[in-house]
């Protein structure tokens, strides 16, 4: 299975009322993961549009190991 590594920093848009990256940032991360997965494996989202095609994500599931605070990455 291919493998992408993304990096991304926590600005202060991201945090919740508690304090930490909310749970939305998470799957919007996972987003741009997926699309870079796609573009590293040459089915960049354009271009399956293009052929008619879709990707639809049906589920998604996180366990959440720790929590990230402003300023980590």
């Given at each position: 299975m291919k493998k992408v590594i993304c990096d991304f920093e926590v600005y202060p848009y991201h945090i919740?009322?508690?304090?930490?990256?909310?749970n939305i940032v998470y799957?919007?991360?996972m987003e741009i993961a997926r699309c870079k997965l796609l573009e590293e494996i040459g089915l960049p989202v354009h271009r399956i549009a293009?052929?008619?095609?879709?990707p639809v994500?049906?589920?998604t599931e996180?366990?959440?190991k720790q929590p990230l605070y402003l300023g980590e990455t």
């Open positions: 919740d009322f508690i304090g930490h990256v909310s799957i919007q991360w293009e052929q008619g095609f879709v994500l049906v589920r996180i366990d959440y």
